[in-house]
């Protein structure tokens, strides 16, 4: 077996059929599939059934424990060479795995990564969403653009491991948010090879309001001040630009009381995103959207990452006196 497919699941029994049915279609057959659910109150097992006469596919049904545990389940009961992580809302294009072969027959990696985009089926939300967690001007393109500020890390919505690099690292840690960073730079500290392969995309529908957003946005800047407890070395110039961002905000709010001309680098900065996004989506409303989704993106990053700054750093508390509520609840 070359591949094996793990997709942890957690109440989302929809998503799981699109996504089963985007591997129905792939052209590179040699794979396995292995659905691990997560202790939901709403599960998929029905919907994995349904596919068993035209996918060799796996259930698994566990007690609640977060998606890097989950993932870990499922990865010891793979049989594949690479084991392939997906997040449970993301769509495969027919070619996904072709793509990866062709990635591995020109040059060995241990670890790759690729990057994700939005599909056409996708709503305008979620489409801005999209826009906002990969355009150069909110992220610095480090989620598998082209134009980067920082290496690629592979994300768990779209990560592959070489098998055996997997059972030498000991899978996902148990941190709740960061949980695939903290594996990525492993990778790294291991000295295996990691690459990002273009052209393995997947269509990801991430979270579907911009409520579910901010909170996730959140959490992932609360991970990133986790991260660098644990790693000093891996924050970078990339990470502190949302809080910037974010005290620059209110910074320039308190003087427009005075001058109201400062509000003009806002609308600057909006006005790019806007024509950015309707550049990119070929629609002005998604344009618009995006703004909104954009300034959520950082504002809810440098939030969380401020917010951990000062409990873990400041106040020196630890990560779970610190963030039980937010990480286990």
């Known amino acids: 077996m070359r591949y094996s497919f793990i997709i942890p699941v957690y109440n989302r029994p929809e998503e799981v059929d699109e996504l089963l049915n985007s591997l129905t279609r792939q ?63 993301c769509i495969l294009p027919e070619g996904y795995l072709a793509a990866v072969e062709s990635e591995l027959q020109q040059q060995k990696a241990d670890a790759f990564g690729g990057p994700d985009r939005a599909h056409d089926s996708f709503t305008n939300i979620q489409k801005a969403i999209n826009y906002a967690m990969t355009s150069f001007f909110t992220t610095g393109g480090i989620r598998g653009g082209k134009k980067k500020m920082d290496k690629f890390y592979p994300r768990s919505f779209n990560m592959g491991v070489r098998a055996e690099v997997y059972k030498a690292l000991g899978g996902f840690s148990k941190m709740r948010f960061g949980e695939d960073i903290d594996f990525s730079i492993r990778i790294f500290q291991g000295g295996y090879a990691c690459r990002l392969f273009p052209e393995a995309w997947v269509w990801h529908k991430r979270r579907t309001d911009l409520k579910k957003f901010f909170k996730q946005v959140h959490n992932s800047g609360i991970a990133r001040i986790n991260l660098y407890k644990k790693y000093p070395k891996s924050l970078k110039v990339v990470h502190l630009l949302p809080a910037l961002f974010t005290i620059g905000i209110v910074f320039l709010l308190l003087y427009s009381l005075v001058c109201s001309w400062s509000l003009s680098l806002l609308l600057l900065f909006a006005l790019i995103i806007c024509v950015d996004s309707t550049l990119r989506n070929k629609s002005f409303k998604i344009g618009l959207l995006s703004i909104l989704a954009s300034f959520i993106q950082l504002i809810g990053y440098g939030t969380g990452f401020l917010r951990a700054w000062w409990k873990r750093c400041v106040l020196g508390k630890n990560e779970f006196a610190a963030f039980e509520k937010n990480f286990y609840k």
């Open 27 to 89: 052209t590179n057959k040699n794979f396995e599939v292995l659905v691990v659910e997560d202790g939901s109150s709403v599960p998929c097992k029905e919907v994995v059934d349904n596919y068993a006469d035209r996918l060799d596919i796996c259930y698994y049904f566990k007690s609640n424990s977060g998606p890097g545990q989950t993932r870990n389940y499922g990865a010891e009961r793979g049989h594949g060479e690479y084991l392939i992580i997906l997040d449970s809302d």
